[in-house]
């Protein structure tokens, strides 16, 4: 499987105009270099703009995904979005359990986990976010708090599906921050990660950048990426993806 690159755009930008021009301007580029041998790339904008990036992407080497969903797949549950719909309109991935959304949302490893089996029962791929926050951290609680929300984020999920989700290992504290996660301890993670789930993939998210990103896949060890504000900036963001397929 290739190095996988998420960007996640969050609630950006305001308006379909620019987000056709963001999403253009990238796929552009990687058309002009062909530089996408060793990675894939996904683009998560938000839930408005998927029908029409679906139409956008067609013929593209990018991939679409969500950024949450809803774990009932139809019925009376006003202003959620259905792993079915998401899958209709070409996602390929949705991310789960961003810690901002376990943040202003309220979302339980609970919540997690019944969203995970819905997006797997679609045939969507999950991408689950786990991560410490600056006082777990500070405590030194960052292996039992990660192998928390992995037992109860996973919990009775078959060992056949366990294989399509995607781990993205994004300290609370380097999400938005400049302030990322250093080489060797994401390493550490991951390694103790990997003890626990021996078969999935593992992204590295918070504070990505072109400088630091080849660091996390060559050094680290990650499989790929999660990329919040540098994937706003189309320069920025390819030059993380250039950086990797480079080490490819
Ligand atoms: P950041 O966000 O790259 O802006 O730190 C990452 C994320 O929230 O997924």
């Not at 620019?18 to 002009?32: D, H, I």
């Amino acid at each position: 499987m290739k190095t996988l690159i998420v960007a996640n755009w969050k609630m950006n930008p305001l308006t379909l105009f620019g987000a056709r021009k963001l999403l253009n301007s990238v796929k552009r580029e990687l058309l002009k270099n062909r530089i996408l041998k060793g990675v894939e790339v996904v683009i998560c904008p938000p839930f408005t703009y998927l029908a029409h990036f679906f139409l956008l992407l067609k013929r593209s080497q990018l991939k679409l995904g969500a950024q949450d969903c809803f774990w009932e797949q139809t019925g009376a549950f006003t202003g959620e979005i259905s792993p079915r719909m998401l899958k209709d309109v070409g996602c390929v991935y949705v991310i789960l359990g961003h810690s901002e959304r376990r943040q202003h949302f309220n979302e339980t490893e609970d919540i997690i986990n019944k969203k995970i089996k819905a997006a797997l029962m679609t045939g969507l791929k999950p991408i689950l976010c786990i991560g410490e926050n600056s006082d777990e951290r500070e405590k030194g609680n960052v292996f039992d708090v990660l192998k928390y929300q992995l037992q109860y984020g996973l919990k009775g999920i078959p060992e056949k599906d366990m294989k399509n989700i995607i781990i993205a290992y994004e300290p609370v504290w380097a999400i938005g921050t400049g302030n990322f996660c250093e080489i060797d301890k994401a390493n550490e993670i991951l390694v103790f990660l990997r003890k626990i789930l021996k078969t999935n993939y593992f992204l590295y998210g918070g504070s990505v950048n072109s400088q630091n990103a080849k660091d996390y896949i060559k050094n680290a060890g990650f499989e790929g990426l999660l990329v919040g504000n540098a994937s706003l900036k189309p320069e920025e963001f390819l030059n993380i993806i250039k950086s990797i397929d480079q080490t490819l």
